[in-house]
């Protein structure tokens, strides 16, 4: 791959012209995704929601829009994007643990289909909210199951100390509290358990935990239009060639088999990473090769302020040179140019023989990669650009 004339269908010549660092989106892995997702829920009562806070490129929040998902959105401004991108307020679910008034009214001002609610404070400000305004908000409560996903601490959400959802044991009085308001319609449970998951067994948890609760509330009346799973499931960081596409048909296979949907219920997921995280990569280019004691760093000119999450979560991603000719392999560390130790790529990367001018695609980068670009250091913001097979 390190020498062709193309990048993903994409020609070297317009990517060298290209100013650097730049994400680059291969639609055709995005369609592929997407259709495959439509594919597998087509069977059944199930609502696809992407979670914008991946990746909010208009371009992609429309894409999305186009083959017919639903969005989860975290702001007040991510609502107004998916509204923009065509995707109806019908399908969008607000979740978070902070939400502002503004950003409430602006919820419910569009009538959108589900608060995911996380507290009983928030409760009763929605309430109170949906009263002002004369209307009625649908909810849904986030319920923390405590279980471990068994990834980065700080993208595991659904273990009992951490700030999210209601605990186990406060959800019959928070439901009977949901179901006293007003202006509260109570729509169904929420849930959502961590991030980058790629073993089946918290999911398989997770069912089971639902199937308890669902048995206990139908026992006292209670029913359930939307069981909302949330999202979580990891892509292939190592291996992005072999494996540009999650493993969808086990995750939806999973909850299919697993969990025991009543009469009448919606099963929503709520995917972010598994949608847009292989379709993107971070193009940058070789500033220096410089050596140190024997160690050998290739400085790009992408930071930690366009790619966060090396430096937030430790994560990996796989390193390409795209234009190096060298059929001889060396060892760098894989740094960029921000004045902070933890702006580092890569650690002990093989790489062929890297020259300054080289450009380097860090790959999987489409979720969580341009959304949460800054401009520290007052850098700019990189720009995404976009390239299909079909379209031209
Ligand atoms: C972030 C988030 C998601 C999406 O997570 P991914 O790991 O990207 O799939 C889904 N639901 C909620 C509530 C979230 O906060």
Redesign the pocket.
């Known amino acids: 791959m390190g020498t062709g004339h193309n990048y993903h269908g994409f020609p070297m010549e317009i990517l060298q012209l290209t100013t650097t660092p730049f994400y680059f989106y291969d639609l055709d892995v995005l369609r592929t995704t997407l259709a495959e997702i439509r594919r597998l829920t087509a069977d059944g009562p199930y609502s696809v929601h992407y979670?914008v806070?991946?990746n909010g490129n208009p371009r992609i929040i429309s894409e999305i829009a186009q083959a017919g998902l639903g969005a989860?959105l975290?702001s007040g401004h991510e609502i107004e994007a998916a509204l923009a991108a065509g995707i109806p307020a019908s399908e969008m679910t607000y979740?978070g643990v902070g939400k502002t008034d503004w950003e409430i009214r602006t919820g419910i001002s569009h009538d959108i289909g589900c608060f995911?609610v996380e507290s009983v404070p928030e409760l009763e400000v929605i309430n109170a909210i949906a009263g002002e305004m004369d209307a009625t908000a649908r909810v849904a409560i986030r319920v923390n199951p405590d279980i471990d996903a068994h990834t980065h601490k700080y993208i595991t959400?659904g273990t009992a100390d951490n700030k999210f959802g209601i605990p186990l044991e406060s959800l019959q009085q928070v439901i009977g509290m949901a179901m006293s308001m007003p202006n509260i319609h109570l729509s169904g449970l929420h849930f959502?358990i961590g991030?980058?998951i790629t073993q089946m067994q918290p999911y398989e948890m997770l069912c089971d935990t639902i199937n308890g609760i669902l048995d206990q509330y139908e026992d006292q009346g209670i029913q359930f239009e939307i069981i909302n799973v949330?999202?979580?499931?990891g892509i292939d960081y190592d291996n992005p060639d072999a494996h540009p596409l999650p493993d969808l048909e086990r995750y939806f296979g999973t909850f299919k088999q697993r969990l025991h949907l009543r009469e009448g219920q919606r099963l929503h997921f709520?995917?972010?990473?598994?949608i847009v995280g292989g379709c993107g990569s971070l193009i940058c280019r070789v500033l220096y090769v410089k050596e140190n004691r024997g160690k050998r760093f290739v400085i790009v000119d992408a930071g930690m302020n366009d790619l966060l999450r090396p430096a937030l979560y430790g994560a990996h991603h796989q390193l390409q040179n795209l234009t190096s000719t060298s059929s001889d392999i060396e060892t760098y560390d894989v740094v960029g140019p921000v004045c902070e130790s933890s702006d580092v790529f890569a650690h002990g990367c093989q790489l062929p023989v890297t020259r300054r001018g080289d450009l380097i695609a860090i790959r999987s980068a489409g979720?969580y990669g341009e959304s949460m670009a800054s401009t520290y250091n007052m850098r700019s913001l990189p720009a995404g650009i976009f390239h299909s097979s079909i379209d031209k």
């Open positions: 979670a806070k991946a989860d975290v979740s995911n959400t959502h991030s980058q949330g999202g979580g499931l709520e995917l972010g990473r598994a979720a």
